[in-house]
């Protein structure tokens, strides 16, 4: 039986232009993650208000980036499909 894959937690959460986020992890590394290809399902079509996507924040312990009670992203998909960021501008630590 395989060990589940354990993904970092996130630490903070950054909307930015586009629909992207900049999400920092526990280990600090970080990734930018495209939102605009979720617009398309039902579920996420509320981000597509720009006050409900600028409310992103972390969940209290680390496990997904949460909008309100309905809409939530999960920090393996950001982990494993987001980009690390090439732009020094956008590097927090």
Request: glycine share 4%.
């Amino acid at each position: 039986m395989e060990k589940p894959t354990a993904y970092p937690r996130i630490r903070s959460v950054k909307p930015t232009k586009g629909k992207e986020l900049l999400v920092t992890f526990d280990n600090g590394d970080q990734r930018l993650y495209d939102c605009a290809p979720l617009l398309k399902h039902e579920a996420f079509s509320v981000l597509e208000d720009e006050a409900i996507f600028q409310c992103a924040r972390p969940d209290p312990h680390g496990y997904a980036v949460i909008w309100n009670d309905d809409v939530d992203l999960a920090e393996s998909e950001i982990w494993v499909n987001g980009k690390q960021p090439n732009n020094r501008r956008h590097v927090t630590r």
